[in-house]
């Protein structure tokens, strides 16, 4: 399993005149090519009338699915751009689609691959991005006597702290980076004189923002 990778935050949209051309560019994220093709779809209808809505994607964890779709431009100067942009940003499970209004005025294969590429670009600026990182979710439990020592250490630390729950001891649910389980292990039991019980519970990912 992965552990930390970059993708899209939240699907939104930005729109550029280039030439008297509209471009209308959205970022989203999605974990499957269906969810990908569903997306493409799902603009396509949006934008029956545009003259193009090209687009691209990067699916699974060593990009085992790519495809990029030029959607009646000339060959290489729309799909690609978009998917290089993708890669260029190292954004896994990421669709991009931009739709094109033709102006009037042809900007040539240069001018169209800057176009999409610069399009690509600003979609994924205004959705952001987020990184995602795998976490433990770590049970300690303790006894009562070492509630509010531990308690306050770990709302000073780096790790999140998820869940109290009181019981006959008490049980700290805390988020763990996967690569830090020895160091955090190792950081309970110095605080509490090796007297707490620690175990894995789940392994969750946590959203971080990156831009």
Same mark, same amino acid.
């Given at each position: 399993?992965? %552990?930390?990778?970059?993708?899209?935050? $939240?699907?939104?949209?930005?729109?550029?005149?280039?030439?008297?051309?509209?471009?209308?560019?959205?970022?989203?994220?999605?974990?499957?090519?269906?969810? !990908?093709?569903?997306?493409?779809?799902?603009?396509?209808?949006?934008?029956?009338?545009?003259?193009?809505?090209?687009?691209?994607?990067?699916?699974?964890?060593?990009?085992?699915?790519?495809?990029?779709?030029?959607?009646?431009?000339?060959?290489?100067?729309?799909?690609?751009?978009?998917?290089? /942009?993708?890669?260029?940003?190292? @954004?896994?499970?990421? /669709?991009?689609?931009?739709?094109?209004?033709?102006?009037?005025?042809? @900007?040539?294969?240069?001018?169209?691959?800057?176009?999409?590429?610069?399009?690509?670009?600003? !979609?994924?600026?205004?959705?952001?991005?987020? %990184?995602?990182?795998?976490?433990?979710?770590?049970? /300690?439990?303790?006894?009562?006597?070492?509630?509010?020592?531990?308690?306050?250490?770990?709302?000073?630390? %780096?790790?999140? @702290?998820?869940?109290?729950?009181?019981? $006959?001891?008490?049980? =700290?649910?805390?988020?763990?980076?996967?690569?830090?389980?020895?160091?955090?292990?190792?950081?309970?039991?110095? =605080?509490?004189?090796?007297?707490?019980?620690?175990?894995?519970?789940?392994?969750?990912?946590?959203?971080?923002?990156?831009?």
């Amino acid at each position: 399993m992965r %552990e930390n990778y970059k993708t899209i935050g $939240e699907m939104k949209s930005c729109e550029i005149i280039i030439q008297k051309s509209r471009f209308i560019g959205y970022a989203a994220r999605a974990e499957t090519e269906k969810e !990908a093709i569903d997306f493409i779809d799902s603009i396509k209808a949006k934008h029956r009338g545009a003259n193009h809505n090209c687009s691209a994607y990067i699916i699974g964890e060593h990009n085992i699915i790519q495809k990029a779709n030029d959607d009646g431009e000339p060959s290489g100067t729309a799909g690609v751009p978009i998917l290089e /942009v993708i890669k260029k940003q190292g @954004l896994k499970d990421t /669709v991009i689609v931009v739709t094109r209004y033709f102006g009037g005025i042809k @900007l040539g294969g240069g001018g169209l691959i800057r176009a999409y590429g610069k399009t690509a670009s600003e !979609a994924i600026l205004a959705s952001g991005v987020v %990184e995602r990182r795998l976490h433990y979710r770590m049970n /300690v439990s303790i006894d009562y006597t070492w509630l509010g020592k531990i308690e306050n250490e770990i709302r000073q630390s %780096e790790y999140p @702290l998820d869940d109290i729950v009181y019981a $006959e001891g008490v049980d =700290l649910h805390i988020f763990v980076p996967v690569e830090k389980e020895d160091d955090f292990i190792t950081w309970i039991n110095e =605080l509490t004189n090796g007297q707490a019980d620690i175990r894995a519970l789940e392994n969750k990912f946590l959203e971080f923002n990156s831009i």
